[in-house]
Nanobody
Framework: QVQLVESGGGLVHPGESLTLSCTYSGRTFSSYAMGWFRQPPGREREFVAVALASGGRTMYGNSVRGRFTISRDDARNTMFLQMNNLKPEDTAVYYC?????????????????????WGQGIQVTVSS
């Protein structure tokens, strides 16, 4: 059974940090790009970050660049999202997702439709 499971969410104050984890199982994901998305209340799902396969480059959404860091440890089947200097507008349900390799096709990593496996999501609330 292919599964992605997020953990580490919760309630924090503005300016604080939080680290999300995503463990994956049921498939070898080392060749996949692994990403994070979030869905704020009443809004559409938006791209947060992606880590390409095999220690490849990382990309970030404009609103989190410089504050969030994505990393992956495929030996442990785990991906992380280190979130620093959190703001109330970071409040959302955060999802991890897997983007399969497609040969020569360069995926549009900010597009959630490019991802074929999703976690159930985890709440992050930033409030004073």
């Amino acid at each position: 059974q292919v599964q992605l499971v997020e953990s580490g969410g919760g309630l924090v104050h503005p300016g604080e940090s939080l680290t999300l984890s995503c463990t994956y199982s049921g498939r070898t994901f080392s060749s996949y790009a692994m990403g994070w998305f979030r869905q704020p209340p009443g809004r559409e799902r938006e791209f947060v970050a992606v880590a390409l396969a095999s220690g490849g480059r990382t990309m970030y959404g404009n609103s989190v660049r410089g504050r969030f860091t994505i990393s992956r440890d495929d030996a442990r089947n785990t991906m992380f999202l280190q979130m620093n200097n959190l703001k109330p507008e970071d409040t959302a349900v955060y999802y991890c997702a897997a983007n399969p390799p497609r040969g020569l096709y360069e995926s549009v990593y900010w597009n959630p439709l490019e991802y074929d496996t999703w976690g159930q999501g985890i709440q992050v609330t930033v409030s004073s």
